[in-house]
Structure formats: C-alpha cells, structure tokens
C-alpha cells in the first residue's frame, strides 16, 4: 500500500477480506480519544457497501442539488476525506473498505478517484493530488453553512433579536475551519493518509474489473492457507480492539510517489547498483512484453513505476539484503499485483504466452504457480483467468 494506496482484496467468500481492512486500523489508531470514542469501530475506519444500482460517481463524491433550497449532497466518503485531513500533518492511516466492491462497474461510479490517483505528486514534502471535487463548491457562500455542519457537526447559530451571534464555533473547531479552509482554496483532493481497500468476489453477481481499474489497483489474493486453516483459525483467533503500541505510521504511508524520487534515492545511496536496477528492469519488462507478444494485455510505464517504487519500499527495510534478491521478490509480487490480474481469454490468445510466461516465471515461485493454476484451469475449460 505504499506503493499504491488502492488495494483489491480478492478471493472466495468468508476467508475474512473485510475484517482485515478493519483490524489494521485499529492496529495503527492512536491513543486519541476522539479516535477512539467508539469500541466497535475505530475512528479511522469507514465501511461502505457498494450496491449494485451504482453506476456514477454521485453516490461516493455527492452532487449538488436544488430539491429543499440549493446544497451539496455531502456522502459518508467525502465526509471521512474531509477528516483524514485533520490527522494528515500526523500522519494517521485512515482506511476505506469498499466492501463487495465488484457489485456495480468499479470504472463508472470510481472513474473521478481512478483519474485523480494518478496525479499524485509531492509539493512542499506533502503529497497531494488534483481535486476530486473542486473548490469551487466549498467556496459558494450557498453551501458553506450546510457543508461545515454536513462534514463536521459545525453548527452555527443565526444572530439573536439583539443582534448578537449566540456562539462562536471557531474555539470549538479550530482543525475544523483550518480543513475547510483548504477545502475552498483547493477543493477536495485525495488525503496522503488515505488508504482504499475494495473487497472483491468473484461470481455470477459481480462484474468483472476492466483493466482501467486493475492497472490501477494492487491486487491481493486472499484465499485459505495450506495446512490446517481451521484450526488455526481456533488457535490464532484475535478481537478486533485497540492496542497500546500502536503500529507505525511508516508501514502503511509512503512518502514518495514517483520512480524518479526512488531512483534517486536508491542512487544517493549506490550509483553503481542504482545503474546495475535500472538496465535490469527495463531487461525484465521487455521480456515481459516479449512473453505477451500478440495479446491486449503487454504493460507499459505505469508497471514500472511501480515495479521501481516496490523494491524502493522494500529496500527501506532489508537494507542489507542482496539487491538482486529483492528485484526478484519485487518482481514475483508485482507479476502477482499488477501483471497476471490483466490476462484473460481463450485458448486461441493465450495458450502460446501462457507457455512463454511460464518460462519467464522460473525464477519467480508465486508467479510460476499463478501462471501453471492458469494453464490448468485453460486446458480444462478453453477459457482462462487470474481469478478462480
């Protein structure tokens, strides 16, 4: 996730996507009371059902509306950004799972996020993005009232018959009015403490993901462990409650997001293994797209920026480790996220790359074992994906 901080958690019903998403928020919430006022739910969790009538984007980012006077429908999504950005400068994790998120078409009521994400960039050693919603709606003195009460709970009384306002909300709000604040002078953007985890099953009543929204997404398959998953669930069984050592910030929130960032980094700290990274990756990737010659499915930048940001992140915690180890870790993993999510079809497209895959994946055990699953599930039923 510090790669991308769009996540798919996929697998067969029941293997616990939904609660994962849950227990990692409660691992990294701080001991703040106004985080933690509810025993259930940490405050920088939010569930949202996606249901299947969703087909724009009005139902996560709201819309404005005249119906009852003009105001902006205000959705529990963008009421959960707008807090994320209070703990922003603290660097406090704040998770969306989007639960069953495959039951509308992800590329019609996402497309404004799916855009937007990729905008993000560094500015001033905070990283920011283009605006979901612009500020122009948060500036229009219409709404201002509404949208302060609707995101925060501010209210603001009308003047008494004398004249007098009866309370002042600024020394109640301050972080508040300072969100809104920002809000009207750079609309809605993506917080850089925001993380979005969509849970994904795969059946006849969802839809499939287009690859707009897997080239986006890191994708992670969840299904039951070898060995004795029952009775490790009995054994290894956790609440779900607050910890008093919270989990560092750091394992979850990137502070880079840009391969040229990484590889200067990477080169500050070794020129020539820095140069030795940048040939080798460019050699798998062309190799790669060698493999999925005469398919819909070959990649481009995008993987490789995030291949490179992949082994920066990793490289952070095994400093010492071999630096060719970690390239074919990274690639294993990125093969599994980003790659094989994308390959579907007949045996007419992909019984020949799906053999030149396999070759390619002899030094990468997950993925080798990814493309095999799909060679047997090809053989058997003329037709072939990554998901089950």
Not at 10 to 35: E, N, Y
Not at 45 to 71: F, R, T
Not at 273 to 288: C, F, H, N, P
Not at 315 to 331: F, M, T
Request: proline share 5%; hydrophobic share 40%.
């Amino acid at each position: 996730m510090r790669t991308k901080p769009f996540l798919l958690l996929a697998g067969i019903s029941g293997t616990g996507k939904s609660r994962i998403v849950k227990q990692m928020a409660f691992d990294s919430c701080p001991d703040r009371s106004r985080l933690r006022e509810d025993a259930t739910t940490p405050g920088n969790y939010c569930l949202i059902e996606v249901k299947p009538n969703w087909h724009d984007s009005s139902e996560l980012m709201g819309y404005e509306s005249q119906i009852n006077g003009a105001h902006y429908v205000v959705t529990p999504f963008i009421r959960f950004l707008a807090k994320a950005m209070m703990y922003e400068d603290q660097r406090v994790p704040f998770f969306v799972c989007l639960d069953e998120m495959n039951l509308a078409p992800v590329e019609q009521y996402f497309a404004e996020f799916l855009s937007v994400l990729e905008s993000r960039k560094v500015v001033d050693g905070r990283i920011t993005s283009e605006a979901l919603i612009p500020k122009e709606v948060f500036s229009n003195v219409k709404y201002e009232r509404q949208l302060k009460e609707d995101l925060f709970g501010i209210k603001v009384k009308e003047p008494d018959v004398m004249g007098d306002a009866t309370s002042d909300p600024d020394q109640y709000y301050g972080s508040e009015n300072a969100v809104y604040d920002r809000l009207r002078k750079e609309g809605l953007r993506i917080p850089s403490n925001l993380i979005v985890i969509g849970t994904v099953n795969m059946d006849e009543t969802t839809h499939q993901f287009s690859r707009k929204v897997i080239d986006r997404a890191m994708t992670i398959e969840m299904n039951l462990p070898d060995g004795e998953p029952f009775m490790d669930f009995f054994n290894n069984a956790r609440d779900l409650e607050y910890t008093d050592s919270p989990l560092s910030s750091n394992l979850f929130l990137p502070t880079i997001v840009k391969a040229a960032d990484a590889v200067t980094a990477l080169a500050e700290d070794n020129a020539e293994k820095t140069d030795w990274l940048k040939k080798e990756v460019s050699r798998i990737l062309t190799d790669l797209n060698a493999a999925l010659e005469d398919t819909p499915f070959k990649i481009a930048y995008r993987v490789q920026n995030e291949l490179i940001l992949y082994f920066y992140e990793f490289w952070r915690e095994n400093k010492e480790e071999d630096w060719a180890k970690i390239l074919r870790e990274s690639v294993d993993r990125i093969l599994m996220m980003k790659v094989l999510p994308r390959v579907e079809g007949d045996e007419t497209l992909l019984e020949k790359p799906l053999e030149r895959l396999k070759n390619l994946c002899a030094s990468y055990p997950k993925a080798l074992a990814k493309v095999e699953e799909m060679q047997r599930r090809l053989n058997r039923s003329q037709f072939t994906s990554y998901w089950p």
